[in-house]
């Protein structure tokens, strides 16, 4: 940016808030700024420059009548009213939070199981005779039942709990494929993947000699599928994938995935933290030999998250960290290991974490997630074709059509505007809360060519009235930070 437009900014910005320290404004794709996926850096002076005192209350009534967009009362309306965090106001405005690809809101029934517990029946699980240890150990298998049905494993046995999606591809690299792959073994991935899909296959392919190959974007800006089809061979040992893409918002097509790995003999890793909070995942169709998601971005706690697994690949994986819990017999010099799914759990676990994310489950089960992905592509249609009307916008992935349904979520770059000055800009100054920076994608970012991007992300408790106003924020920070030209 010209040091006067600088100037410029700095001044106006000095008008709207006399105690404004200097402004930085980057550009998205200048490399001396990288936020990482956590933080929004590039603003720190914006941000406390632009600060109103923080304010909260809770909204009198959550459903808003006559919503322009949707015409009747939506499922955003309904089930706002089930999440007490949104009903407040944020640096003076009502909060309209776009983050949810980041994390979800808890509804009041997640956060009553998770006090009940704690109030009710904290207690070790699987270690102890007395009422509460029971009690506990009940609910935490429970848990595990909950996930089961909710993603049709054919056994709870199949389901492992971990503290995150992280950890549970983690597990998977270091058990399965430590002890799997071999020198020149290809793992097959796109450079869509989070980064906690790509780090671990990197470790261990350090350990290994395993060969990771990067499938990229087709010109539809959608993971190059028949790329990824020409890439397997008898090589492939594992195939890595998202589901749903956390920054394109792409959807790929996991069951025919799942069919070319397994004619070449390869298993197939879904990273489905951006499908299973959104839609009916069903991994016996999908057939996928393993399966990831996280509590907290599906209105469970965090701390919780699961690996999926095929019984008979579980039963013949080492454990991936050792104490108590996982293990059969322990003597000096060895010890022999539980079965799975205890195997992979070692130590005391997030028992009430769990016990969360199955009242998070039992909430989404209750509204139906045919419903939630309805509804969501109907948000994600809205959402991309009013931005579409933000000047000099660029969103990233696929355009929708008739036949390409993107994900309830835009990644975007507004011209000449860092992304993270615009996260600063609407949440300082409408109340609107998205994210800024890779996104956990800095290989995609590369890319696309440029190390950022601003990304909205809703769930079904939103609403077209939530997507008019951070329409309108935007154009309203477009327009701050174009109207000194
Ligand atoms: C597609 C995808 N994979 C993996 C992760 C990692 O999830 P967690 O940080 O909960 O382990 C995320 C989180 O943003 C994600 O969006």
Known sequence: MPSTLLQLCC????????KLPSLKVLNPSSSSSSPSCSTARSSSSLRAGLRRPFSL??????????????????LGHVTRTDFPILH????????????????????TAVLKA?????????????????????????????????VAAFINASESTEIVFTKNATEAINLVAYSWGLSTLKPEDEVVLTIAEHHSAIVPWQ??????????????????????????????????????????????????????????????????????????????????????????????????????????GKRELLSAMPPFLGGGEMISDVFLDHSTYAEPPSRFEAGTPAIGEAIGLGAAIDYLSGIGMQKIHEYELELAKYLY???????????????????TNRAALCSFNVENIHPTDIATFLDQQHGVAIRSGHHCAQPLHRY??????????????????????????????????????
Not at 123 to 141: C, P, Q
Not at 385 to 402: A, K, M, T
């Open 11 to 18: 001044s106006a910005m000095e008008t709207l808030a006399p």
């Open 57 to 74: 209350s809770i909204s009198a009534s959550a459903v808003r009548e006559g919503d322009p967009a949707v015409g009747s009362v939506s």
């Open 88 to 107: 407040q106001e944020v640096n003076g405005s009502k909060l309209v939070y776009l983050d949810n690809a980041a994390t979800s809101q808890k509804p």
């Open 114 to 146: 998770l006090q009940n517990y704690y109030e009710a029946y904290n207690s070790n699980v699987h270690r102890g005779i007395h009422f509460l240890s029971s009690k506990a150990t009940d609910a935490y298998e429970l848990a595990r039942k909950k």
């Open 203 to 308: 470790l261990v392919a350090q350990k290994t000699g395993a060969v990771l190959k990067f499938v990229n974007l087709d010109e539809t800006e959608s993971p190059d599928i028949e790329k990824l089809r020409q890439m397997l061979s008898r090589k492939t040992k594992i195939v890595v994938v998202h589901h749903v893409s956390n920054m394109l918002a792409s959807v790929l097509p996991i069951e025919e995935i799942v069919l070319w790995a397994h004619d070449v003999g390869a298993k197939v890793l879904v990273d489905a933290c951006q499908s299973v909070p959104h839609m009916a995942v069903n991994v016996q169709d999908l057939d996928a030999d393993f399966l990831v998601a996280s509590s907290h971005k599906m209105c469970g706690p965090t701390g919780m998250g699961f690996l999926y």
């Open 385 to 403: 074709e009013n931005l579409l009307s933000v000047p000099n916008i660029r969103i990233y992935g696929p355009v929708p059509s008739g036949n």
């Open 448 to 485: 696309l060519g440029v190390n950022a991007s601003a990304r909205a992300s809703l769930y079904f408790y939103n609403t077209k009235e939530d997507v008019d106003d951070f329409v309108r924020a935007l154009n309203d920070t477009v327009s701050f930070f174009t109207s000194f030209k």
